[in-house]
């Protein structure tokens, strides 16, 4: 089989080659080069192409680089910039898998006679009801399901996950022992288009003007402070909250139009509703139904059991209260009869 392997120069797709190419597959290696702006940390930097291309020279294999970066800032840094300008906080990662990674890249693939796209992300291609599915990667602290749940069932099945039943000691070791550069490398934690000196007040000060805004106790309606920026304040936020009687306060509004940001306490914050935007709801392999689901509401949060009512509210309703999940982020919903197993996923709405 030819198999064109999304390498981003870290250690997880560096063993994802290796390991295909060791199954007798021929391998290609592809580098994505998505941003041409300014940036020190994430992926795709220069130094990430350099130990891209060094591995594949030490496994043997054709190595390209692809360079996406107009379609990178129209579909992902564009939308980022006017998520926030909205009141929203997008994940600017799910997007990139969604629209580049996962629909260009295999696209191209496709089109250059590839049988096959991989890539190096923890989750697993399973089936239910006869059709491709994505299940979590058997690795529960490096399961990446959560940022791959808008992929669609043509393309799991041209996917290829090799790392889905392996653990990270695993795949260093693995890569440790073939010799690989990569193998002790850190993980890419940030936004690749955000510098870590400026972070994403520099960034988006340069592509917006921003909004002050008074915080309000939405309790009391007493007025707790001011803040400079308010694209900046994220929904479920504690940190540089102000907390006039020791307790913690906790974001659970964001209104540019009224320059507003209220707060409350965690008892006043918690919810059970999350609100969906409809446009954005996709089920993978089967549409989504009204009924229980598990829901995960970041990558790294824990899976809670919730009640999706999509054709009139547009909701999915938690078992428990749970902090405020901002507008703009990715709830994910999980079978409730397979946990393990991707239902679909869904943008959270203003309200």
Known sequence: MRVLVAMSGGVDSSVAAALLRDQGHDVVGATLKLWGGAGDSGC????????????????????????????????????????????????????CNRYVKFDLLAERAQRLGFDALATGHYARIVTRHGAPALGRGVDAAKDQSYVLAYLTSEILDFLALPLGEMHKTEVRARAAAAGLRTWDKPDSQDVCFIESSTGRAGFLGRQLEMTPATIVDRDSGDVLGQVDAAELVTVGQRRHVP?????????????????????????????????????????????????????????????????????????????????????????????????????????VALS
């Open 44 to 95: 795709c930097s220069v130094a990430d192409v350099e130990d891209a291309r060094r591995v594949a020279q030490v496994l043997g294999i054709e190595h390209h680089v692809f360079s996406y970066t107009e379609e990178f800032r129209a579909r992902v840094v564009e939308p980022y910039v006017r998520a926030h300008a909205g009141g929203r906080t997008p994940n600017p990662c799910i997007d």
């Open 243 to 347: 907390s006039p009687d020791g307790e913690r306060r906790y974001v659970t509004r964001v209104d540019l139009e009224r320059r507003r940001v209220e707060v409350s306490t965690l008892a006043g914050a918690l919810r059970t509703r999350v609100d969906l935007v409809p446009s954005s709801v996709s089920g993978v392999g089967e549409p989504l139904h009204d009924g229980p689901v598990w829901v995960q509401v970041s990558a790294h949060a824990r899976p809670q059991p919730g009640h999706l009512r999509l054709h009139d509210d547009w909701v999915v309703e938690l078992a428990a209260p749970a902090r405020p999940v901002a507008p703009g982020q990715t709830v994910v919903f999980y079978h409730h009869d397979d946990p393990d197993v991707v239902a679909g996923a869904a943008l």
